[in-house]
């Protein structure tokens, strides 16, 4: 993983640079990959129905801490390419203030192209997660 960004917005924009170093589709599902595989281990006893994300077709886990004032997100998979889609989400949400956590959109998945080449499936589930990641970060506000 790369280090944390100043802003939400310096990590999209991060990203969507390096994905404009990948001339098609099969280079940056593989790279989608290789970042899924840089996760940090995840706690095999907090894959719980509690912490699943439900609205993916894979196994999905994300586990809050911190408080407002810095929110941080662990999450796993049990899909290669989910488990990349999670580490990108983490670089833009994870180890940030929970009202800019809520105020971000997800703009890398348009900058990238994400939204034309993933499954609806896929698709659903990256919302599921952004949502319920959002969700935590609101109800850490109120």
């Not at 996760?39 to 439900?54: Q, S």
């Not at 077709?57 to 998979?77: C, E, I, N, R, T």
Request: proline letters at 5%.
């Amino acid at each position: 993983m790369t280090e944390t960004t100043t802003t939400a917005r310096d990590a999209q924009q991060q990203i969507a640079e390096e994905f404009a170093f990948f001339s098609d589709w099969t280079e940056r599902y593989q790279y989608l990959i290789d970042l899924g595989k840089q996760l940090p281990p995840f706690p095999e006893d907090a894959k719980t129905e509690a912490n699943r994300v439900h609205g993916c077709q894979s196994m999905v886990w994300l586990v809050p801490s911190g408080d407002a004032s810095k929110m941080h997100f662990d999450a796993a998979s049990d899909s290669a390419i989910v488990s990349g889609l999670i580490a990108l989400v983490l670089r833009v949400y994870s180890d940030r203030p929970a009202a800019e956590i809520v105020a971000t959109e997800p703009e890398f998945i348009q900058a990238i192209g994400l939204a034309k080449h993933l499954s609806p499936t896929r698709s659903n589930g990256l919302a599921a997660m952004l949502a319920k990641l959002k969700a935590y970060a609101a109800a850490a506000l109120a």
